[in-house]
Every structure is written in C-alpha cells, then in structure tokens.
C-alpha cells in the first residue's frame, strides 16, 4: 500500500514537500517514482529514485524538484520548490520491485499506485 500526503495550495514561487508511506513491500529494494496528471491528460513521470539512490528527473522537475527516500522509515519524498501554475495536478507514488521500472518511467511499468495527493499552484 502506498498513501500519500503533503498536496495542498500555493501560491507561484513556494514549496511544498510530498511524503508517500509504503507498506506491504520490501520498501529498499524497490524502484520508487512520483508521477502527476492533469484532468483529460495521461500521467507523466515527474521523478524516480532506484533501490541503489540514482535519481531520475522529468525536464520539468529539474533544477526545482528534489526526490529522496528514507528506507528506513519506508517513505519516499518529493521537495517542491519554484512552483509554477503548470505545477498544478494529482500527484501520485509509484512502486516498483523491478530495475525496469526506473530505466523506463513508464507507467506500465510501476506495479504499486498510491491514490494521489492534490497539488494547487496559483498565479
């Protein structure tokens, strides 16, 4: 089970931080990513980071957005900085047991969904 947490509504130019627990998996090994989708869009990949910490970013994410996770505690985070309108959208935890899953950031590939968390950025 993965449960997300930290959505909210901002203005442009803050920050927000998103937290996704997982439950249920053997959490270090696993390939976990944040994807987000817009309304009438399919669901794009934001960031990732593998079992062994290589982190993987979307054009968009780069330079703003910062992927972490902490196995000890079974989470994941997604520090949000420079948040822009276009920002705005249902943002999901993804899980993985596979290596595939982080080399592709495919959808398909991510087997673990949490049920989203909303993020709200105002001009």
């Known amino acids: 089970q993965l449960l997300e947490s930290g959505g909210g509504s901002v203005q442009a130019g803050g920050s927000l931080r998103l937290s996704c627990l997982v439950s249920g998996l053997t959490y270090s090994g696993t390939c976990m990513a944040w994807f987000r989708q817009v309304p009438g869009k399919g669901r794009e990949a934001v960031a990732s980071?593998?079992?062994?910490?290589?982190?993987r970013y979307a054009t968009s994410a780069q330079g703003r957005f910062t992927i972490t996770r902490d196995n000890s505690k079974n989470e994941m985070y997604l520090q949000m900085t420079s948040l822009k309108p276009e920002d705005t959208a249902m943002y999901y935890c993804?899980?993985?047991?596979?290596?595939?899953?982080?080399?592709?950031?495919?959808?398909?590939?991510?087997?673990?969904w949490g049920q989203g968390t909303q993020v709200t950025v105002s001009s």
């Open positions: 980071i593998s079992a062994q910490f290589s982190q």
């Open positions: 993804a899980a993985d047991r596979s290596r595939r899953a982080c080399r592709t950031l495919m959808q398909a590939d991510f087997q673990y």
